[in-house]
């Protein structure tokens, strides 16, 4: 069930200020593609990210038990329903560890649904319907690994990234489909086809990038200890610079699967409708800059070292804040954009 709230005007300025506020704090790319979403679409797109954002934190608290987590996951859920139970949620902030923005935005969780409680009722039944699946997938992991997420094969590997990511394709694009006049029913069947992968895409190349963060930070192991054994080494042996070479081929299972989901989110984003404007300039920043970051994951093994990561320099990110906007009028360029960005760095003004 969802609500309509009869809010008053002061409390919902201060919600939507304080959601606007924290979003670049806990996503800077987030933050770049959501400013092209226009009025009440917008506010959905935003209000849905932070409510995930509330779930990802208590999933990767390192300390919490199972128990603890479980409940508030359960407790979450409740605040779609209770407004009351939304306002009292924000005190688990204090229990929780995790990065400071992230611990904020929990502890706010009750102005997040108060701006919530201002969008349509199909949007509030959108958010709340694919906000539940991924939190019933979240419990279920919490439950399978008590001690740390270790994730054992591909298979499992791809149920975890549907339960946390390609539940925001299929979210984003049920969105599409309420607000956009250009996506009628026909468009959004196309979409639907590939929205979960659009989501996942940029889910590996995140998982993949910060490798060694997730471990040594949060506790968690998601390159599939199958792959591992296969080249001598496994989820204790993660981080061993001898081993380096070894584990740097263990990745390339998922480094292939992330290329197939990029390349289906491409054919995603293609499939929008050039008069939805908005919504490709939404789509195409995330999907150029996880394609830069996983063609340098290929030729790098920072992401497997104590501390490293792995980031696409500042010029090629501003060359591609620039050049991907303007490239969403035309498939053709797009498809030439993300080509040229696949096989190397791609830098305005540089020699080619």
């Known amino acids: 069930m969802v609500q309509m709230a009869l809010e008053s005007p002061v409390n919902v300025r201060a919600a939507e200020r304080f959601c606007q506020e924290i979003l670049p704090e806990v996503s800077r790319t987030f933050a770049l593609s959501i400013r092209f979403l226009p009025g009440t679409l917008g506010r959905a797109v935003l209000i849905a990210y932070l409510i995930c954002r509330i779930a990802d934190t208590v999933e990767d608290d390192p300390v919490a038990s199972i128990a603890t987590k479980t409940l508030l996951l359960d407790d979450l859920l409740e605040c779609f329903d209770s407004s009351r139970l939304a306002d ?10 995790g990065e400071a923005a992230h611990i904020r935005l929990v502890a706010n969780t009750g102005l997040v649904f108060t701006l919530f409680r201002t969008l349509p009722l199909t949007s509030q039944q959108h958010v709340q319907r694919w906000v539940s699946e991924m939190v019933h997938g979240m419990k279920k992991f919490v439950n399978l690994y008590p001690t740390g997420i270790r994730i054992k094969t591909l298979d499992e590997y791809k149920e975890y990234c ?3 990511a390609g539940t925001v394709g299929y979210l984003l694009t049920d969105l599409w489909h309420e607000h956009s006049f250009s996506i009628g029913q026909d468009e959004y069947q196309v979409l639907l086809k590939r929205c979960g992968a659009f989501g ?15 471990a040594e930070h949060e506790n968690s ?5 199958q792959s591992l054994v296969a080249q001598g080494s496994g989820h204790q042996l993660l981080l061993k610079p001898e081993l380096k070479a070894n584990n740097h081929a263990a990745i390339k299972e998922l480094v292939a699967l992330a290329w197939h989901d990029l390349d289906e989110a491409q054919e995603y984003l293609l499939s929008v409708p ?17 394609y830069a970051t996983l063609r340098d994951i290929t030729e790098t093994t920072a992401m497997l ?31 030439w954009l993300i080509a040229q960005v696949r096989q190397k760095p791609f830098i305005l003004g540089s020699a080619s």
């Open 88 to 97: 009292d949620y924000g005190r688990i902030a204090q229990n929780l560890e």
């Open 162 to 164: 549907y339960y946390v």
């Open 274 to 290: 050039k008069a939805a404007v908005p919504i490709r300039l939404f789509c195409v920043l995330p999907l150029l800059f996880a």
């Open 200 to 214: 996942e895409a940029l889910q590996t190349v995140n998982i993949l990038k910060d490798i060694a963060w997730d």
């Open 221 to 225: 192991i998601y390159i599939p200890e």
């Open 305 to 335: 070292e104590s501390g490293g990561s792995v980031k696409i320099s500042r010029a090629e990110v501003k060359s591609l804040m620039l050049m991907g906007p303007i490239s969403v009028l035309s498939n053709h360029s797009l498809r």
